[in-house]
C-alpha cells in the first residue's frame, strides 16, 4: 500500500498514481547496469589517468606498466549484469 500526504492527511494512491509509480521504479531498475558501468569506467579512467605519466613518449614504459594499463582498458569487455560490474576485480598496479 502506497500513500501520500494530502492537507496534512494520509491517504493511498490511486490506481493510477501507483502505475506511475510502477513505470518509475521499473525505469530506474532498468537503468541499473548504465549507472553500475558508468561508475566502474569513471573509476578506470582515473587509474589510467593516474598513471599517464609512465607512458609518455619520452619515458620508457616497461611491460608491466604497458600490461597493467591494457588490463584497466579492457576491464569493461565482457560486463552484462549489475552483478558482473560489481565483481570486477581490479588489476594490482605494478610497483
Do not use: G, H, Y
Not at 492527511?9 to 490511486?14: A, N, P
Not at 549507472?35 to 598513471?51: E, G, P, V, Y
Not at 569487455?77 to 560490474?85: A, G, I, Y
Request: charged share 35%; proline share 2%; glycine share 0%.
Amino acid at each position: 500500500m502506497r500513500t501520500k500526504t494530502v492537507n496534512n492527511q494520509i491517504v493511498e494512491l490511486t490506481d493510477e498514481e501507483n502505475a506511475a509509480r510502477d513505470a518509475e521504479e521499473q525505469e530506474w531498475s532498468d537503468a541499473a547496469f548504465d549507472r553500475a558501468i558508468l561508475q566502474l569506467r569513471q573509476q578506470r579512467n582515473q587509474k589510467l589517468a593516474n598513471s599517464d605519466w609512465r607512458a609518455l613518449s619520452d619515458q620508457s614504459l616497461n611491460q608491466e606498466w604497458a600490461d597493467f594499463r591494457q588490463q584497466l582498458r579492457d576491464i569493461t569487455q565482457n560486463l552484462e549484469t549489475v552483478e558482473d560490474v560489481e565483481s570486477v576485480a581490479w588489476p594490482t598496479e605494478p610497483e
